[in-house]
Every structure is written in structure tokens, then in C-alpha cells.
């Protein structure tokens, strides 16, 4: 006969102290291990992660899970304002990217690489990329020509401030609002910060309850589920049932765990429609969430002692699965004009083959995923040749050039090649200098705006664009805003 696990052998035991200090916050609860959800609301998200019967729970007036039905979504952050335009993502005029612009000496191409050549451009993943850019040959590195059959993209001309923390690029927090959400957090980054990587989130966008969590490893993501300082002091079969007892618990109740015991905590229960915690445990288990017992991530990732591939590989996965809402993945770096052009090509490559392996993973898994890649500032070159065997004869990077940034989207369609709304890859323009026209678009010399701008694209690629002013508070393109959308709905 099993033995009943009372309050009593709670008392016997002594009470479960939570390492000197009281339950305040979200972030103590995750921390030990007695959450793990981000919710839409203040209150600690226990219950949204436990709901089992949905329509019981909404009758009971339970919060459910909100998981990713939409497109998965992945933020690259280059910080130190690397090059994009030009030797990378091909840059044009007004007319787009294949209006090349009288030479490309700023943006580190010499006249023997100018795009309009015979061999020096490529459009194998959609968007159009120089053919000797670092990111395309990572990018081509961990990709076969099927999966990059099935991607296309865009390139938004838009400057930024250089080398600083406060270009605020990232739409992490407006991404999820429109839909990008997760069944464990909400949001995540490699970074603790409060956008996950290095460039921040616009003000008026971020959610403090939302606050990405950290993730580098695949251990990381372990520590979103356990079951904290329970393990430790009983067994599990003891563990569980403490864990049962809380996941019956209201949210008023959890807000009130900062002056109580664990035993006192356990004697306020309320009823609500959750599974068991061997439930739990078994849906959020090492195989569900680790990222190296993923046979499909061990397929695209091939060293995952390497750092860059840890942590890249611990987001993406638990990104595409829809444990994460949207994931933030910083790359630093690539702050790279030491007036030698090899770095830069090698810290290309080295992005571009970390995106090639999200490419991939998301076609193992058969999952759509947007990628969208952004950099604090630019970089601007002098005619000067690196002829090393990384320099690959191209001019040098000597200093920083904020009118020479921009950022780009990289949309994978698991069912075939996203459609083109208006036969567009190239929002905004380059002036003949290699600078950006901050005249073109309202997103030309605003971070924030360009931040709205990624948004309205995510929405339209569920056919919500309408739903812009309500997602981030305005619709700064007014009538125009079609023009700037990339794509039809993917879904």
C-alpha cells in the first residue's frame, strides 16, 4: 500500500526554504524551478503552462497555454555593425536591388566585383546576395539547393547608429504580440538583456512580464521545467505530488506564496482543470527540450561544443518546436574595420553558416521559420586591397558607417518558396555614395519604425497586416504600407 504524503511529513521534513528569500517575482519562481511560462499577464504563469483540458480550463476561468501556431521566428543581432549592403545582401538604387549604383568602393567591392558582371551576383535563396558574399557561402556551407529552393527574403535600407546598445531594432516583444508566442517562455536570447541580444526593443514595445530568459546551452533549456529545490529534498514520486498540490492553485494564491512556507503555500488550494506532474514532466522531458537529444538538430548542428552552434542551436530548436515564441540569437564580432578585409569575410561566413544550419533544421523538422538579421551601425571601406587568401581581393573595412547600414529577412516556406506581393526584395534605396536615402521611407532613418515595419511583414504573412496599429500603437506608413510588404501569406 503506497503512504499517503501529508503536510505533516512536509513539517518533518522542515520547510522547503527557497535559499533565504521570499517568492517576489516571475524571475524567482523561474528561477527555482516553480515556473516556467511567460504569460500575457503580471502574475506567475504555473497555470498556463499546466493547462491540460482546454475547454474545461476555460470554464473554470483558467488561463491556457498560448502556443506557436504562426511562423516561428529567429533574430540574428550582429553587434558592432558589420556590412550588409553591397558585399553581402546586393544593395540598389530606387528601382531595387538590381538598380546597382555607379560602383560600390564604400561598400567594399572593387570594379572587377561590381554587380553588373557576368557571375557576380546570385539569387539561389530569393533575395539576391553578391556571389562572393561571407554570409551567402555560410549560408550555402550547411545548406543543400533544396533548402534554399525553398527561401526568399528582403533587405531593408535603413541607418542606424553605430556601435551602441541603443539602436532600438529589435521587435521581439511586437512579434509576439502578433502571434509569434510559445508554449514555455515567450521570448528568449542568448543575452540577459531586456531584448535578448544586444540591440534594444522600442520602449512602447516591451512587456516586462515578457522578459526573455537566457539560453546558451541545451542545459538551459532544461532549467525552464525542473522541478528547482523540490528535487533535491524529496524524492520524486514526493516531488510530484507537491507539484500537484501547486498546480491546482489560483494565480491570486501564487501571488501570495512571498510571506508563506511551501506547507502553509500547499494548504490554500484551489480546483482548476490541470494534468498531473508526471504529466508535465514527461511533455517538457530531456528528450522534448534538449537540444542535444534532437537527432534533426544533431543533423544541422554538427559540433555543438561549439559555442556559436550551442547556443544557436539550443534557440532554434526550442523556437521551431514551439516551446519559444521568438528567439534572439547575439553575435558579437563584428565590429570588424581593423583595415583588413579578412575578418570581416570570416565573420561573414561564420553567420551565414549559423543561418544555413536554421535553414536546415527547419526543414528536417518541416517547419516555416522567418529569420530576420540586424546590426548596430555599418561599415565603410577604402580602396585599398585585402589580397590574403580571407581577403579574397576586396577593399579593406576602415571605419564605422551608420548611413551604410541595414537589416534583412530571410523567410523559409516549408511548402515551396514564399510568393512575392509586389515583385519587391528592396525596401528604401541607396544613393550613389553607397549611403542610404533616409528620405525614402518612413523606416529610412528610424530604427523604430523599421522595428514596425519588420512586424506589419510578419502580419502579412498570416494575412493580418490590418492588425499593425493594434500590435505596436500606430501605423506610421499609412496608405503606402502594402508597398513596403514582401510577401503573401505563407500559411
Same mark, same amino acid.
Given at each position: ?7 505533516? $511529513?512536509?513539517k518533518?521534513?522542515?520547510?522547503? @526554504?527557497?535559499?533565504?528569500?521570499q ?6 519562481? +523561474? !528561477? ?7 504569460t ?6 504555473? +497555470?498556463? +503552462?499546466?493547462?491540460?483540458n !482546454?475547454?474545461h480550463?476555460?470554464?473554470?476561468? @483558467? ?5 506557436n501556431?504562426k511562423?516561428p &521566428? ?43 558582371? #557576368?557571375?557576380q ?7 539576391v546576395?553578391?556571389?562572393d558574399?561571407?554570409?551567402l ?28 546598445a ?8 511586437w ?16 543575452r ?10 522600442p ?23 525542473? /522541478? ?10 514526493? #516531488? ?5 498540490? /501547486? ?23 484551489v480546483? @482548476? ?12 522531458s ?23 552552434q550551442?547556443k544557436t ?5 526550442? &523556437? ?7 528567439g534572439?540569437? $547575439? ?9 583588413t578585409r579578412?575578418?570581416?569575410? &570570416? ?9 544555413? *544550419?536554421?535553414?536546415?533544421?527547419? !526543414? +528536417?523538422?518541416?517547419?516555416? &521559420? ?16 585585402d589580397?590574403?587568401?580571407q ?33 519587391i *526584395?528592396?525596401?528604401?534605396?541607396y ?8 528620405t525614402?521611407?518612413? !523606416? ?19 494575412? $493580418? ?7 505596436v ?19
Amino acid at each position: 500500500m503506497k503512504k499517503k504524503f501529508s503536510g505533516n $511529513e512536509l513539517k518533518t521534513n522542515g520547510p522547503v @526554504c527557497l535559499e533565504g528569500h521570499q517568492l517576489k517575482t516571475r524571475r524567482d519562481f +523561474l !528561477s527555482h524551478g516553480l515556473i516556467s511560462m511567460s504569460t500575457f499577464t503580471m502574475a506567475p504563469g504555473i +497555470l498556463s +503552462l499546466l493547462t491540460s483540458n !482546454s475547454a474545461h480550463a476555460q470554464a473554470m476561468g @483558467c488561463p491556457v497555454p498560448q502556443m506557436n501556431t504562426k511562423t516561428p &521566428v529567429i533574430i540574428f543581432d550582429l553587434s558592432g555593425g558589420a556590412n550588409i549592403p553591397g558585399s553581402n545582401v546586393m544593395a540598389g538604387g530606387a528601382g531595387g536591388q538590381m538598380d546597382f549604383l555607379p560602383d560600390y568602393m564604400s561598400l567594399g567591392l572593387p570594379m572587377d566585383m561590381h554587380p553588373s558582371l #557576368a557571375g557576380q551576383t546570385n539569387n539561389e535563396l530569393g533575395l539576391v546576395f553578391h556571389s562572393d558574399s561571407g554570409i551567402l557561402r555560410g549560408v550555402q556551407s550547411t545548406t543543400n539547393a533544396a533548402v534554399r529552393a525553398k527561401v526568399d527574403g528582403a533587405l531593408f535600407a535603413s541607418s542606424s547608429s553605430d556601435d551602441t546598445a541603443n539602436n532600438t531594432l529589435n521587435p521581439a516583444y511586437w512579434l509576439n504580440r502578433a502571434g509569434a508566442q510559445g508554449g514555455l517562455s515567450q521570448l528568449a536570447g542568448t543575452r540577459d538583456s531586456e531584448s535578448g541580444g544586444k540591440s534594444v526593443a522600442p520602449m512602447s514595445s516591451i512587456n516586462p512580464a515578457l522578459q526573455p530568459v537566457q539560453l546558451n546551452r541545451p542545459q538551459d533549456a532544461l532549467g525552464l521545467v525542473n /522541478i528547482g529545490k523540490l528535487g533535491s529534498l524529496f524524492n520524486d514520486q514526493k #516531488a510530484q505530488r507537491i507539484l500537484k498540490a /501547486i498546480e491546482r492553485m489560483s494565480e491570486t494564491k501564487i501571488m501570495a506564496f512571498n510571506q508563506q512556507a511551501l506547507p502553509d503555500q500547499i494548504k490554500n488550494l484551489v480546483k @482548476c482543470g490541470y494534468i498531473g506532474s508526471q504529466d508535465l514532466i514527461n511533455q517538457y522531458s530531456a528528450d522534448a527540450i534538449d537540444a542535444s537529444q534532437d537527432a534533426m538538430v544533431n543533423t544541422a548542428f554538427d559540433d555543438l561544443n561549439n559555442g556559436d552552434q550551442r547556443k544557436t542551436a539550443t534557440i532554434a530548436k526550442l &523556437v521551431l518546436d514551439g516551446h519559444i515564441g521568438v528567439g534572439v540569437i $547575439e553575435k558579437g564580432g563584428y565590429d570588424y574595420h581593423n583595415k583588413t578585409r579578412a575578418t570581416g569575410e &570570416v565573420r561573414d561566413f561564420d553567420a551565414g553558416a549559423l543561418i544555413g *544550419r536554421v535553414l536546415a533544421l527547419a !526543414s +528536417l523538422k518541416q517547419k516555416n &521559420v522567418m529569420i530576420y538579421v540586424i546590426t548596430d551601425g555599418g561599415v565603410v571601406a577604402r580602396e585599398e586591397l585585402d589580397n590574403s587568401a580571407q581577403g579574397r581581393g576586396k577593399y579593406v573595412w576602415t571605419g564605422d558607417s551608420g548611413q551604410r547600414s541595414s537589416a534583412f529577412m530571410l523567410v523559409y516556406r516549408d511548402a515551396g518558396r514564399a510568393v512575392l506581393r509586389n515583385g519587391i *526584395r528592396q525596401v528604401g534605396y541607396y544613393k550613389a555614395s553607397g549611403g542610404v536615402e533616409n528620405t525614402a521611407t518612413p !523606416s529610412s532613418n528610424s530604427s523604430t519604425n523599421l522595428a514596425k515595419l519588420i512586424t506589419a511583414n510578419y502580419l502579412a504573412l498570416h494575412g $493580418e497586416e490590418g492588425n499593425l496599429s493594434a500590435v505596436v500603437g500606430d501605423n506610421p506608413f499609412g496608405a503606402q504600407l502594402n508597398n513596403y510588404l514582401i510577401f503573401n501569406p505563407i500559411v
